[in-house]
């Protein structure tokens, strides 16, 4: 990744742009907010573009993250996960459609997050039953951490978020 001017996420402070949940060890303390344990696999940067996040092992209160959803939702954005279901709109297109299917792309400017720059919102679904902090969850984690409500046939392909960095 270095050959191509790619920089390794190196904070070890949980935050959902730069980490992708893993395993949850669940704290005895339901208010504690998440925190970093160890590293799966590293993430890397290029500039403000978020190329790929750090799998990580956090610790967690329940009112943050629940162990079984936060491990066992479907994620989305991704092609395979061999712990989870994955779901990835280059799904079942075909052998080119893995190449036709664009990026998610989430930058880091100015003191801002950006998920998912490029959604087009489309006409509200009169079906969805997922409240604005519900999809907020599902944008930021790129699955669900604490929602139990079923999660493999969601949309948040359209769906955008910015939040100020901490």
């Known amino acids: 990744m270095a050959a191509f001017e790619m920089q ?32 799966a696999w590293p993430g890397h940067t290029l500039g403000p573009l978020l190329f790929a996040r750090a799998g990580v092992h956090v610790a967690a209160g ?38 036709r299917t664009r990026f998610r792309r989430d930058y880091a400017i100015a003191g801002e997050f950006f998920y998912n720059v490029d959604a087009t919102p489309g006409p509200p679904d009169p079906e969805d039953d997922l409240t604005a902090d519900e999809w907020r969850e599902l944008v930021r984690h790129r699955c669900f951490v604490r929602c139990a409500k079923p999660h493999g046939d969601r949309f948040p392909y359209d769906r955008s978020h910015r939040e100020p960095r901490p």
């Open 8 to 39: 390794p996420i190196v904070d070890m402070r949980f935050h959902p742009f730069f980490h992708e949940v893993v395993i949850v060890e669940q704290d005895a303390d339901d208010d504690a907010p998440p925190r970093w344990l160890a590293e």
């Open 62 to 99: 329940r009112r943050h993250m629940i162990k079984e959803v936060a491990e066992g939702s479907t994620l989305y954005w991704a092609y395979a996960r061999n712990n989870r279901p994955a779901q990835d709109l280059s799904h079942g297109w075909g052998g080119n459609s893995q190449w």
